[in-house]
C-alpha cells in the first residue's frame, strides 16, 4: 500500500511540472563592428650608454689642452724611462766584461813575465850553448816587451777602476728608474718639469759614468781627489722658505749639523784615503811597465862576459809580478773610485739641503739620511746635537781668545 501511495505522489508531481506555463525572452543580435587597432612599437631598454658624437669637441678648450698635454708628457716620461733601462743593461753588461778584462790580463802578463823571467835565467846558465842560448834569449826579450806593453795599457786603463764604474752607474740608474716608475704610478698628472729634470738626470750620470773608452774615459790620475758628481746642478735655496712638506725650522736645523758633521769628519776622512789610494794606485802604475821595460832591455845583454845582465832580468821581472799583482789583484783602482763615489754621497748631501727645488717629505728624507749613514733616528739626533753643542763651545772659546 505505501508503494502505491509513493508512486501516485510521483505521477502527480510530474503532471503537474508538465503543465506550468513557458515564458520566451527574445534578446536582438547586435551588429559586428572590424576595428584595427595600430600595433604600438616597444623598444627593449639596453644599458649601452653611447658618448654623444663630438663630445671632445664641446670640452672647453683649456680642458682639453690639458689632457692632451698630460698625455704627451706621460709618453715623454716612458720614453726617458726605456733610455734609463737600456742604460741598465749597457753598465751590467760592461761592468762585467772589464772585470773579466782585469782578471784575464793579470793573469796573462804576469804569466807572459815569468815565463820570460825563466827563459832569461836559462840562457844566462847556458852562456856557451851557441844558437840555442840566443833563440831563448829572443824569446824572453820579446816576451818581456810584450808585458811591458800589456803593462802599460792595463795602467793606463785600470780595469778595476773601469768595472767599479760601471757598477756604480748601474746602481744609480736602477735607482732612478725607481724613482720615474713611482711617479707614472702614482701621479695623475704629469707635468713638464719632471721630463726636464728626468732627462737632465740621465745625462749627468752619463756623463759622469761614460759608456766609451777613448775620447770620454775619466781621467784615472787627477792631480787632485775630487768627489765624484753624478746630478745636476741645483739652486741655493733661501733658509727662511720652504719649511712646508713636513719640514720644520728644527728638522731643518738638525740636518745643517748632520751636513757640518758630515763635511768636517766623515768626508774628510774620505778625501783624506782617497788621496792616498790615488798616490799608492799611481807608484804601482809607474813601477810595473818600468820594472817590466828594465828587465826586458837587460834580457838583450844576455851572454856578455858579465851575468849581471841576467840576473837584472830575472829580479825585475819577478818585481813586475809582485807589482801588478798588487796594483790589479789588489784593485787599488776599484778602492780610488769607491772612495770618490763615497765623498759624492757627501757632497750630494750637503747640496739637497741647500736646494731650492721641491724635496720629499721630512720625516721620510730624515729616515734616508739615517739609513745611508749606518745610524739609528735617535743616534742622528743625538750626532746633531753633539755637534751643536761642540760648535757653541768653540764660539765661546774662540770670543774669550779675542
Known amino acids: 500500500m505505501a508503494s502505491l501511495h509513493v508512486s501516485r505522489l510521483v505521477l502527480s508531481s510530474s503532471s503537474s511540472s508538465c503543465m506550468r506555463p513557458k515564458a520566451a525572452v527574445s534578446i536582438p543580435k547586435l551588429p559586428k563592428f572590424n576595428v584595427s587597432v595600430p600595433k604600438i612599437p616597444i623598444k627593449k631598454p639596453t644599458l649601452s650608454v653611447k658618448e654623444p ?14 689632457r692632451d698635454s698630460d698625455s704627451i708628457q706621460r709618453a715623454r716620461l716612458n720614453a726617458v724611462l726605456e733610455a734609463v733601462m737600456d742604460r741598465i743593461e749597457m753598465h751590467k753588461n760592461l761592468g762585467d766584461q772589464r772585470n773579466s778584462w782585469n782578471s784575464l790580463l793579470l793573469n796573462s802578463v ?34 818581456l816587451a810584450s808585458a811591458t806593453s800589456i803593462s802599460a795599457l792595463m795602467s793606463k786603463i785600470q780595469p778595476s777602476q773601469l768595472a767599479e764604474e760601471q757598477r756604480n752607474a748601474t746602481r744609480l740608474f736602477k735607482k732612478l728608474r725607481t724613482e720615474l716608475e713611482m711617479i707614472l ?29 777613448i775620447g770620454a774615459m775619466l781621467e784615472k790620475f787627477p792631480e787632485e781627489f775630487k768627489p765624484a758628481t753624478w746630478w ?26 748632520v751636513a757640518h758633521v758630515v763635511k768636517t769628519r766623515d768626508a774628510e776622512e774620505y778625501e783624506k784615503l782617497g788621496n792616498v789610494a790615488l798616490k799608492l794606485n799611481r807608484f804601482l802604475a809607474i813601477s810595473g811597465p818600468v820594472l817590466t821595460g828594465v828587465s826586458a ?85 743625538d750626532l746633531a746635537k753633539k755637534s751643536k753643542i761642540s760648535l757653541v763651545k768653540a764660539n765661546e772659546f774662540a770670543s774669550k781668545l779675542f
Not at 658624437?53 to 690639458?66: A, D, I, S, W, Y
Not at 838583450?300 to 813586475?320: E, K, N, P, R, W
Not at 799583482?325 to 763615497?342: A, C, D, I, K
Open 53 to 66: 658624437v663630438g663630445f671632445m669637441e664641446t670640452l672647453p678648450l683649456p680642458l682639453k689642452q690639458r
Open 297 to 381: 832591455v837587460s834580457s838583450v845583454f844576455i851572454g856578455q862576459d858579465s851575468g849581471l845582465a841576467g840576473v837584472v832580468a830575472m829580479t825585475c821581472a819577478s818585481l813586475a809580478a809582485i807589482v801588478n799583482t798588487l796594483e790589479h789583484g789588489g784593485q787599488v783602482g776599484m778602492v780610488f773610485e769607491m772612495y770618490r763615489n763615497s765623498a759624492g754621497f757627501f757632497s750630494l748631501l750637503e747640496e739637497t739641503l741647500n736646494s731650492t727645488e721641491k724635496r720629499e717629505h721630512g720625516q721620510v728624507f730624515e729616515t734616508k739620511v739615517a739609513l745611508k749613514l749606518g745610524r739609528s733616528l735617535s743616534e742622528l739626533r
Open 185 to 213: 704610478r702614482e701621479n695623475e698628472a704629469i707635468y713638464e718639469e719632471d721630463v726636464k729634470e728626468a732627462i737632465q738626470r740621465v745625462l749627468a750620470l752619463d756623463k759622469a759614468y761614460p759608456l766609451p773608452l
Open 232 to 257: 745636476p746642478e741645483k739652486k741655493q735655496r733661501n733658509p727662511k722658505t720652504g719649511l712646508a712638506n713636513g719640514w720644520s725650522q728644527e728638522l731643518e736645523t738638525e740636518m745643517r749639523e
Open 110 to 143: 804576469n804569466m807572459i813575465t815569468l815565463t820570460a823571467a825563466l827563459m832569461a835565467g836559462i840562457a844566462s846558465v847556458n852562456v856557451h850553448g851557441g844558437d840555442s842560448v840566443t833563440a831563448v834569449k829572443i824569446a824572453s826579450t820579446v816576451l
